[in-house]
């Protein structure tokens, strides 16, 4: 018995009609980069990335957090992180100081990063209202709800495929 291919989702016609992108994975990355877009062109004007304000604004409600902390705040991993965190580290935006441990590290803001954190949030609230006002306030507050039922099904599921592998 021969298998027959299945077909790729990428077929002449949903090439170029973005709503027809039938796959999950591209249409949340694709939809994710225009995201990161609008919220990366508005913080431009305080010198950081959504990236950066993330870590900011973690380090601004608790701090000192180690990396490995932080990145469970900020939802990426370790090994990402430490770059972003050493680029703010070399502009002054975060300390780091000795931990409990010679290989632990705390990070804090240092007075500059708190500046900017302060600044970026307003720019942060004004994209986030221009959101609202383009999708609606309702409409929102169900995607949300939508993607952390996404995100947990899909956590779920690569648990499963890691203890199926080990």
């Known amino acids: 018995m021969t298998l027959k291919p299945t077909s790729d989702p990428l077929t002449a016609d949903a090439r170029h009609e973005p709503t027809s992108l039938p796959c999950t ?31 900011l604004s973690a380090l601004s409600r608790e701090e000192p957090l180690t990396l490995s902390a932080l990145a469970e705040r900020v939802g990426t991993d370790r090994t990402t992180l430490s ?9 002054e935006l975060v300390a780091a100081a000795p931990g409990d441990d010679r290989r632990e590290r705390r990070l804090s803001l240092t007075a500059h990063g708190r ?52």
């Open 25 to 55: 994975c591209l249409r949340l990355r694709r939809i994710a980069r225009q995201v990161t877009n609008l919220y990366d062109g508005a913080l431009a004007q305080n010198g950081v990335s959504i990236v950066t304000y993330a870590v």
């Open 83 to 91: 770059r972003t965190v050493e680029r703010m580290r070399l502009v």
């Open 115 to 166: 500046d900017t954190a302060a600044a970026a949030r307003r720019s942060w609230r004004e994209t986030e209202a221009e959101l609202v006002t383009r999708y609606g306030a309702e409409r929102l507050a169900k995607l949300h709800a939508l993607l952390a039922e996404l995100e947990q099904a899909a956590g779920h599921t690569a648990d499963a495929d890691v203890a199926q592998v080990g």
